[in-house]
């Protein structure tokens, strides 16, 4: 589990490169590849991060539904890491 959360960080620097580059196309392949494996193993914290860098991808492509699809699901991930920290706080005191 652990060498494929360092994978999908890869994946997603890999992306984020690519993003930068102005290579949208090649950006999208990482970062969707990057979701997959987050997804894969539960990982919420790379699963952000994969929705982040596709939602910034698709914008930059002009793919507004696509854009806001992405932006959306890490809005509801977020939402789940705060509910999971809160939990961890909660049960330490």
């Known amino acids: 589990m652990d060498n494929k959360q360092r ?3 890869g994946y ?3 992306g984020s490169l690519y993003l930068k580059q102005g290579k949208n196309s090649l950006a999208l392949d ?3 590849r990057s979701l997959t494996l987050a997804e ?3 990982d919420l914290s790379g699963q952000k991060s994969a929705c982040n ?3 910034e ?7 507004g539904n696509k854009a806001l699809e992405f932006m959306e699901k ?3 991930i977020e939402d789940s890491l705060n509910s999971e920290e809160t939990s961890k706080k909660l049960q330490q005191m």
């Open 7 to 9: 994978v999908s960080s």
């Open 12 to 14: 997603i620097n890999v």
């Open 30 to 32: 990482y970062c969707q």
């Open 40 to 42: 894969e193993i539960s």
């Open 53 to 55: 860098c596709l939602y």
């Open 57 to 63: 991808a698709h914008k930059a492509m002009g793919n």
């Open 74 to 76: 890490m809005r509801v």
